[in-house]
């Protein structure tokens, strides 16, 4: 009877046993694959310190709070100093999130992505020294951010009401703050040094929704005029220009340097921008997405863009100087027409470190421009049927095989009424000058232009081996002459 007693017992502790150790296999199953779903869910490429993907994963990752709008999960007071991607990942998440008094240091591309959250996120007293970008909001119902400071760039991407108050954005020629597909944003009280806004929006509606006030570049205010018509505008001293749907407008007289896009014009027509001095800056003079714009007389100095034509048909840039910026002049369509039928003409792209004048438009008249000392291209075109003739090119892309670079198709680099191409500092004036690209295009009418540097070292030897000689023929020729005069006189 007590060994049946001891059977029974030795029984349950068996059974007890194996339903614990089923019980922690199957914890430790379900955690790992937890741990593979979100490595599979985990965007391709990047390596995240928090990742969260699921309303459990909260808690795991340092949250409080149950996510409710009274009640959000909150994460504060964290140093986030790690060599990840991305420091904080949230998606697809249907809760209310606040995220502040943290520091995020050394992410490589972002401190903070957040993507499809359905709630109220909140960011606010933070400081991001990310390597970088900051902080990408995408598809969030309700957005604050408030009180933080951005040393790279803060994006916003199809959200509804963001509001965007009393932060600071410290960085160097760098669109610091970049809105898109974004309706009613309230963007007040925010100061920018040595960067500024970037509106990259084609739905006008959206942007006249927007309520802006009191941002500063530099302590110096942002001007933001919608649908001005009929003016001159050249009063007044500004950290940057931003211009909406306006028509038949002028901008004229102004200097402006540490700025982003420092006079920019979204979705306007029949308006110029004219005599204006820009300096190190990101967009000298940028035009997006509307036509029949004027950009006369300019000088860009030091910017990553000279100036930047995108999505603007028409577009006539003429008489500017785009000195020793990345890039001089682009003209931009995302689908080749978009710029269409634009003119570049007797413009001056000296000493940029990759192309001087750059199209990827088509029917496009580039004439009369000088490119000097390009890193790269003097002119670099990728779109078709554009005209390219007596343009000056000096000692473009040193270490490249052509000043010019041609990958569209039907471009003609010459004008066949004066059968005159363009002006060749490297040219052998010998047959047509072959233009780099895919294209196979060649200048048949090709010109020498003679310019600094030009001459290699056998051909200044010669020079000077020539002009010794003819040195010495003249002062013979005149030796003999004056002996041949002095031998007369005796005779007589």
């Known amino acids: 009877m007590a060994v049946s007693v001891a059977k029974k017992r030795n029984k349950k502790i068996v059974i007890t046993i194996g339903i614990v150790v089923g019980l922690i296999i199957a914890s430790l199953i379900s955690y790992f694959l937890v741990i593979v779903y979100n490595f599979l869910n985990m965007p391709l490429g990047l390596t995240i310190y928090k990742n969260i993907m699921h309303v459990e994963q909260f808690e795991y990752n340092g949250f409080e709070g149950i996510g409710t709008a009274d009640n959000p999960f909150i994460l504060e007071n964290e140093y986030i100093d790690a060599d990840y991607t991305i420091g904080i990942y949230i998606s697809g998440i249907e809760a209310s999130i606040t995220i502040r008094n943290c520091t995020f240091s050394n992410q490589i591309n972002n401190g903070i992505n957040i993507e499809g959250v359905t709630g109220i996120v909140s960011i606010y007293n933070n400081t991001f020294l990310c390597s970088s970008g900051s902080l990408i909001i995408i598809d969030v119902t309700s957005l604050n951010i408030y009180d933080n400071y951005f040393s790279k760039s803060v994006s916003v991407y199809d959200c509804s009401n963001p509001i965007v108050t009393n932060n600071i954005f410290d960085m160097d020629k760098v669109e610091a703050f ?58 007044g001293n500004y950290g940057q ?207 020498f232009i003679e310019g600094e540097g030009l001459l290699g070292t056998g051909e200044i030897l010669a020079i000077c081996i020539s002009s010794i000689f003819g040195l010495t023929a003249t002062i013979i020729g005149v030796y003999f002459v004056l002996k041949k005069r002095k031998e007369n006189k005796l005779k007589e």
Not at 242 to 251: E, M
Not at 299 to 314: F, Q
Not at 429 to 446: F, L, Q
Request: hydrophobic share 30%; charged share 15%; glycine share 10%.
């Open 178 to 235: 970049y809105i898109d597909n974004t309706p009613n944003a309230s963007l007040t009280n925010n100061k920018f040094y040595n960067c500024g806004m970037w509106i990259f929006e084609d739905n006008l509606t959206i942007v006249q929704s927007w309520f802006l006030e009191n941002n500063k570049i530099n302590e110096l205010p942002i001007l933001f005029l919608t649908g001005v018509e009929n003016s001159t505008i050249n009063t």
């Open 241 to 447: 220009i931003i211009g909406v749907d306006c028509r038949n407008i002028t901008l004229t007289g102004y200097e402006i340097e540490n700025s982003g896009r420092a006079i920019d014009l979204i979705g306007s027509q029949n308006c110029t921008i004219k005599n204006n001095t820009i300096r190190n800056s990101t967009v000298g003079i940028g035009a997006y997405f509307g036509n029949d714009l004027n950009i006369l007389n300019n000088s860009c100095i030091d910017c990553i863009y000279g100036i930047d034509s995108a999505r603007a048909a028409r577009s006539n840039i003429q008489d500017n100087s785009c000195i020793t910026c990345e890039y001089g002049i682009t003209v931009q369509g995302y689908s080749t027409d978009q710029s269409e039928g634009s003119t570049v003409i007797l413009n001056l792209c000296e000493g940029g470190r990759y192309n001087g004048i750059y199209i990827t438009s088509d029917y496009c008249q580039i004439t009369y421009n000088i490119v000097k000392k390009n890193g790269q291209h003097g002119i670099d075109i990728i779109g078709d049927n554009n005209l390219i003739h007596h343009n000056s090119f000096i000692d473009n892309n040193p270490k490249g095989a052509s000043q010019a670079r041609d990958t569209g198709e039907d471009n003609l680099w010459y004008d066949s009424i004066s059968m005159e191409g363009n002006l060749w500092s490297d040219w052998s004036e010998r047959g047509s000058y072959a233009i780099e690209g895919s294209a196979d295009s060649v200048d048949i009418y090709p010109m």
